[in-house]
């Protein structure tokens, strides 16, 4: 029988397991922080005529930020190494996330936290790359389903945590207690960043980490960036637009970024922006990201309306969401490992996962739009559907790794969340606008469910994905270039 060793990937997974973990803990805490200030009337929400709505436009300004870096987050990877983004990415959202909690104001908050977006936003392509770098090939699609299990329990923990945390200062902070989570979030990302860093980067003869040209030119993008979301947001609010107006003109970057892209960079990045399949890729996530931030940001919300109680009842209901994704994430990468052998394996899981899921999406709806309240149904309905979204994530990753050049890993899975992340930007506001507009959450649940049958689509018009067999000559190892 051969022997379990240990080996360095596999503490390259644990490491990366952890960053997931306190980067969704921390980009998680605005949906229930900003329910507990609509509760209770405080801070930059007090006596706001469309609460949902602006509390919408927060996460949807966080996610313009977190989009936007994406490719240059996956671009800078494949240029100074993707251990070196991904320990700047995490000390960035460290520090950003405490200087959140010590600020006030809406605007300083807004600005904040898009520039935590900024610096979350590179994260994805370089964890993802890195990942496809150092595991061996036929263990890929597990390896990417166990790091990203963090997410799950970041996002867990931010749910069920958040609220208790506020209550907990309230007696201390009063109406600013909702300070605490971000104090508490940037604290514990500083120290996961030195964790990561040495733990991620071994002392190798040859290897080196390129931190100060990467700060450099990620310090320059993201200015630029924060100025033109803080920008297009004055400009808007100046001119009275609706919160949903805002938000689509943030989306009109990522159209602007891609034609920069294309004008800029075609022929160095051709394989992974004229590639049709990769493209179908790309505007699939649109449903996937839409799905995640809208269950992410207003889960605890829609549970509290529809099923009565109280925030910790409804938070612990929205939580086996997340919870689901410490079996479905390794579960998808198991399935796509096992489906790597077979024509358009993975492809073909990932369309029919994503079919299962808008089944239970309307099948949620419908069971929430009858006026039952039972919260043990709700429960078991939201964990069913959260084993299902989160095991396909884990077989796109695979699907977006075997279809790009692996010089080029990078840039394309930035890509991907590039044009994915449409629908982190839109759901919270748009989901907070029909709640405000219809009184109620069905509207936003079915929106939901259509989109990702939409994407679904996308998916299955995919024609070729290339199989685990023809990257098995493909080097791996720890080595950064």
């Given at each position: 029988?051969?022997?379990?060793?240990?080996?360095?990937?596999?503490?390259?997974?644990?490491?990366?397991?952890?960053?997931?973990?306190?980067?969704?803990?921390?980009?998680?805490?605005?949906?229930?922080?900003?329910?507990?200030?609509?509760?209770?009337?405080?801070?930059?929400?007090?006596?706001?005529?469309?609460?949902?709505?602006?509390?919408?436009?927060?996460?949807?300004?966080?996610?313009?930020?977190?989009?936007?870096?994406?490719?240059?987050?996956?671009?800078?990877?494949?240029?100074?190494?993707?251990?070196?983004?991904?320990?700047?990415?995490?000390?960035?959202?460290?520090?950003?996330?405490?200087?959140?909690?010590?600020?006030?104001?809406?605007?300083?908050?807004?600005?904040?936290?898009?520039?935590?977006?900024?610096?979350?936003?590179?994260?994805?392509?370089?964890?993802?790359?890195?990942?496809?770098?150092?595991?061996?090939?036929?263990?890929?699609?597990?390896?990417?389903?166990?790091?990203?299990?963090?997410?799950?329990?970041?996002?867990?923990?931010?749910?069920?945590?958040?609220?208790?945390?506020?209550?907990?200062?309230?007696?201390?902070?009063?109406?600013?207690?909702?300070?605490?989570?971000?104090?508490?979030?940037?604290?514990?990302?500083?120290?996961?960043?030195?964790?990561?860093?040495?733990?991620?980067?071994?002392?190798?003869?040859?290897?080196?980490?390129?931190?100060?040209?990467?700060?450099?030119?990620?310090?320059?993008?993201?200015?630029?960036?924060?100025?033109?979301?803080?920008?297009?947001?004055?400009?808007?609010?100046?001119?009275?637009?609706?919160?949903?107006?805002?938000?689509?003109?943030?989306?009109?970057?990522?159209?602007?970024?891609?034609?920069?892209?294309?004008?800029?960079?075609?022929?160095?990045?051709?394989?992974?922006?004229?590639?049709?399949?990769?493209?179908?890729?790309?505007?699939?996530?649109i449903g996937i990201c839409w799905h995640l931030w809208f269950y992410g940001y207003w889960s605890v919300e829609i549970v509290k309306e529809f099923g009565g109680g109280a925030f910790s009842s409804a938070a612990l209901v929205a939580s086996f969401n997340g919870l689901a994704g410490f079996i479905g994430f390794p579960l998808g990468g198991k399935i796509g490992d096992v489906m790597a052998l077979r024509r358009n394996g993975r492809r073909n899981a990932l369309a029919f996962l994503m079919a299962v899921l808008t089944v239970l999406i309307f099948i949620f709806a419908a069971y929430l739009m009858s006026g039952r309240k039972d919260l043990v149904v709700m429960s078991i309905l939201l964990f069913i559907s959260g084993l299902v979204f989160f095991a396909l994530q884990a077989l796109n990753y695979t699907v977006t790794a075997d279809l790009a050049p692996v010089e080029l890993r990078g840039a394309a899975f930035g890509m991907w969340n590039l044009v994915a992340e449409i629908g982190a930007v839109l759901s919270p506001v748009v989901a907070g606008a029909l709640r405000d507009a219809t009184g109620n959450w069905s509207s936003a649940i079915l929106l939901d469910g259509a989109i990702m049958a939409v994407s679904c689509l996308f998916v299955l018009a995919i024609g070729r994905v290339i199989s685990v067999p023809s990257l098995l000559g493909v080097p791996y190892g720890i080595r950064e270039k």
């Open positions: 029988m051969k022997k379990r060793t240990w080996e360095q990937y596999h503490t390259v997974w644990l490491m990366l397991f952890m960053g997931w973990a306190i980067s969704y803990a921390d980009r998680t805490i605005t949906g229930p922080t900003i329910s507990w200030m609509i509760a209770n009337d405080v801070g930059f929400l007090k006596d706001a005529s469309n609460p949902h709505a602006l509390g919408g436009l927060l996460g949807s300004l966080f996610f313009a930020g977190y989009m936007l870096t994406q490719f240059p987050g996956g671009y800078f990877g494949d240029k100074y190494g993707h251990r070196t983004i991904i320990v700047i990415s995490l000390f960035w959202a460290g520090v950003t996330t405490l200087l959140t909690g010590v600020t006030g104001g809406l605007v300083a908050f807004i600005a904040l936290r898009v520039l935590t977006g900024l610096g979350e936003g590179v994260l994805y392509s370089n964890d993802r790359s890195l990942v496809a770098q150092i595991t061996p090939p036929l263990k890929l699609g597990f390896g990417m389903g166990i790091v990203i299990t963090g997410l799950s329990l970041g996002f867990t923990l931010a749910l069920l945590g958040t609220i208790p945390l506020i209550n907990m200062a309230k007696p201390m902070l009063g109406g600013d207690a909702w300070r605490a989570p971000f104090l508490l979030l940037g604290f514990l990302s500083v120290i996961v960043a030195f964790l990561v860093k040495h733990n991620i980067a071994p002392k190798e003869a040859g290897t080196t980490y390129a931190y100060k040209d990467a700060l450099t030119n990620l310090v320059k993008t993201s200015l630029l960036f924060l100025a033109v979301i803080m920008a297009v947001y004055a400009v808007t609010e100046h001119l009275g637009l609706s919160k949903v107006g805002i938000a689509l003109i943030l989306t009109c970057l990522t159209f602007i970024l891609i034609a920069f892209i294309f004008g800029k960079k075609s022929k160095e990045l051709g394989p992974i922006l004229r590639e049709p399949n990769l493209v179908l890729l790309y505007i699939s996530g």
